[in-house]
């Protein structure tokens, strides 16, 4: 089985950055398509962005577009969700998510599409 860690969640005030990681074990077939979600307190999991390791193909949410950013560490098997200029409302837990593919941003972006996660770590915007 695929186990993601995350790691880098914590508090931060508003306007500040975090940088989570998520680290795969390795596995060159099944971590594909990599994709944070985060959930708020009593709803559904939504996208934030995303990535499709093989083709660096990305995708970001329009509420993080411009403050955010994916990127892969091929070597070291993880994606990191750099966030800048943080708002009260980028308050959540995170998750990171991976699959053996990205087939299109529609499947990128919706939970069930993926059969890995990670325990999740809480960012709290102040």
């Known amino acids: 089985d695929v186990q993601l860690v995350e790691s880098g969640g914590g508090s931060v005030q508003a306007g500040g950055s975090q940088r989570l990681s998520c680290a795969a074990s390795p596995s060159p077939n099944s971590n594909r398509c990599m994709t944070w979600f985060r959930q708020y307190l009593g709803k559904q999991r939504e996208a934030v962005t995303g990535?499709?390791?093989?083709?660096?193909?990305?995708y970001y949410s329009d509420s993080v577009k411009g403050r955010f950013t994916i990127s892969q560490d091929n070597a070291k098997d993880t994606v990191y969700l750099q966030m800048d200029t943080l708002r009260p409302e980028d308050t959540a837990m995170y998750y990171c998510a991976a699959h053996v593919s990205c087939p299109d941003i529609a499947r990128m972006t919706r939970p069930g599409w993926y059969n890995y996660w990670g325990q999740g770590t809480q960012v709290t915007v102040s």
């Open positions: 990535i499709d390791t093989s083709r660096a193909i990305t």
